[in-house]
């Protein structure tokens, strides 16, 4: 049986996946959910590109998910007039109101309230920290003068982080609930908001969503902001993923703090049992390169040793050379080190009685009874995916096979670690019904005769009801006719 990997990889779209072959290959090697970034998106575009990975899914037999990626209050400067190259203690203005080209005394800033929010002595950082300036003045109207403490060349429309001052801008931007509204029109399987900063952007979004879709569609909190992971356990209580989105995290906090809140939001994600991303950089040397640096083979195998559902690409998939190629590395990296005995999962029974606390506790001790016994595999069969999030969440080391009639969420649990989704809608008899399940799961490669399966099913099986049954079975045969 060959070897199949359990972390899930999330590729973003981009010019260097647009066709049809690419995105076949992309799937062939392990990609499990496509990013739309919606910071660089045109709609008609990625209709285009959602239509080829439905197709590849139904004619491929995949469950690709697609998760859309929204802006979030990004800020930048605006085009400049020409090359412009700022030297240590040179003054500068930020200017907002009209659009304007830039020069080396004033530059535009797409932030409106940028005047009214800054306070002297806070820093202004451009292009991804490259170039750091510090308040001086603002006139509280629309003019903010800088002084500059690391130089260089100040491009067109760079990203600008603040990372000591209070924003006042929405964490959902005008462009933003455009982008989420089109989103929902797609029926896409996640949604993310970036620059989380408190529970309150992720009840925006929510409602949002509940105006515009009769289905849920679960959120993704991208961490990239200091009051983020300071507002962690409210976040995690209003979204259901989180990503830790290290690009932006590491410019508004130092670089090397990155490290620790990133094991630190991985653990927060386990114990709330929510799937957890990580982002920026992964396979970075291999937008141009066939063969990522040791360093980068390190980070994705320890973002894995952290417990990640998921390791994300960004560029790397979106404009780089190789879009086939670095899932192929990445699957072989994820394979090789996701069954380690070194890993540790939180293991905190569930203790809370809330309404589903047998469901929980049911999910809990079949993952921990199937290593005890050395199960080949966990199935389930559900309508909602919650028992599919449960288990994903204990890592038990066996195959977790979610068998569901709801269309919608046979591609959403593309994310979530070690579980392989597929489509069932005979709802019967328990026995026949997991007489069936056990069937497909031994057509489909993941069970051989004499092994153990754990079947979790809600009795009776018609009402579809919240899992409260557990059995074991041991495979006396496997027809694989």
Known sequence: MPIRKK?????????????????????DEGVNVFRINFSHADYSDVTERINMIRELNDEYGYNAAILGDLQGPKLRVGVMKEEVIVNPGDEIIFATGERFEGTKERVYMTYKTFPQDAKPGERILLDDGKLIFEVVSSNLKDEVVAKVIQ?????????VNLPNTN???????????????????????????????????????????????EYKIPIIAKIEKPEAVENIDK???????????????GVEVPAEEVPLIQKQLVLRAKKARIPVIIATQMMETMIDSLTPTRAEVNDVANSVMDGADAVMLSGETSVGKYPVQVIKQMSDILKSVEDSDLIKVPQLPPHIRTNRYITKSICYHAANMANEINAKGISTLTNSGYTAFQISAWRPSCHILVFTSNKKILTRLSLLWGVKAFYYDKFVSTDETIEDVNAMACQKGYLEAGDMLISLAAMPIQEKGMVNTLRVTEIKTCNLS
Do not use: N, Y
């Open 7 to 27: 972390t899930k990889i999330v590729a973003t779209l981009g010019p260097a996946s647009s066709t049809k072959e690419v995105l076949k290959g992309m799937l």
């Open 151 to 159: 130089g260089g060349p100040l491009k067109s429309k760079k990203g």
């Open 167 to 213: 924003i006042s801008q929405p964490a959902l931007t005008k462009k933003d609930i455009e982008d989420a509204i089109f989103a929902i029109g797609q029926r896409v399987d996640w949604i993310a908001l970036s620059f989380v900063r408190h529970a309150e952007d992720l009840m925006q979004l929510r409602d949002l969503i509940k105006e515009h879709s």
């Open 235 to 249: 976040i995690v209580s209003q979204c259901d993923g989180l990503m830790v989105a290290r690009g932006d995290l």
